[in-house]
């Protein structure tokens, strides 16, 4: 198992695993992936790790937003066919009420204790942002005192080492996102979608030990380096 939380499991289809669906799209074998992808996402119900598909997903379609539009003019009757289908399928879901507990978790209304743990972390952590806002605490000042980690990672960033981290942090992200935007290539569009997945899944997580979002960006860095001849191979 990659990790007792189905969320980090999640982390990792929706950063690492989506390398995977590009291999597999060279490989002739897409759908029998991603069909195998989205029947681990549902075993695995995780609220974040559907809201991160659902992001991921949208900067896709926002990057190819001309390609999408003239697809739909060229198979209308399947889009409206899927379309169908989807809407009947979300209207059974709604009515078992199988979505139910996953919106609560997204919203932290629900009663449980892990909700209520969560917003009491976050609550702490902006109390430690705000006391030290510029740099932080000091790196490793949480565990080495024995306080709870935010489970978020921005916040765990912006706790020890201020939002002068959190900011270059973000501006790096963004720089790759727009490259990733405007970039044609197949393989730029699953890392887009990994690296946008991601940012959600980071809002959830603090563990530096789930590395999966800076292994998709060397990935990424890998490839376009050896695009440019930097790095050949053999």
Known sequence: AFATEPGIVGYYLNTIGIIGLAHALKKGRFFIYIILLLLSQVMIYSATSLLAILVGSCSVIL???GLCLSMIKKRLFSFSLISVLIFLASKVVFSKGLLAPLML???LSSNSSSAADRVNRWTSAFELISSNPIFGTGLGNLSSNGFASPVNWFMFISVEAGLT???LFISFVFVKWLKLIHSRSNLDQFILFGLSASM????ATSGFHY?????????YEVKFFGNEGIIRSK
């Open 211 to 219: 590395p999966y979002v800076f292994l998709l960006l060397v990935i």
């Open 105 to 107: 978790k997204l919203t």
């Open 63 to 65: 990057a190819n937003f």
């Open 165 to 167: 981290a959190l900011i």
């Open 200 to 203: 959600v899944h980071l809002f």
